[in-house]
């Protein structure tokens, strides 16, 4: 009978392995593939390739630094 219990906690521990690694590659392509729209343009940009400005704790992405001067001016005018 122990035997069949520590066969069914191998066996438990074994999914486990098993089943962490497809979620890790799950997350990395999620988060690889995310996208923020550009604020001025409306333009969706992959982080990889955004300009990222913070303004009031916020961050916001950018297709280019011409959104981002754009942006700001817009919100020094508010
Ligand atoms: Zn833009």
């Given at each position: 009978?122990?035997?069949?219990?520590?066969?069914?906690?191998?066996?438990?521990?074994?999914?486990?392995?098993?089943?962490?690694?497809?979620?890790?590659?799950?997350?990395?392509?999620?988060?690889?593939?995310?996208?923020?729209?550009?604020?001025v343009?409306?333009?969706y940009?992959?982080?990889?390739?955004?300009?990222?400005?913070?303004?009031?704790?916020?961050?916001?992405?950018?297709c280019?630094?011409?959104?981002?001067?754009?942006?700001?001016?817009?919100?020094?005018?508010?």
């Open positions: 009978m122990k035997f069949l219990i520590w066969a069914l906690l191998g066996y438990l521990v074994y999914r486990m392995f098993v089943g962490k690694a497809p979620q890790k590659i799950e997350k990395q392509e999620k988060s690889a593939a995310e996208t923020f729209q550009d604020p343009c409306g333009v940009i992959a982080e990889a390739d955004a300009v990222v400005g913070r303004l009031e704790g916020k961050r916001y992405h950018f280019s630094m011409e959104c981002l001067r754009k942006f700001e001016a817009l919100q020094q005018r508010q």
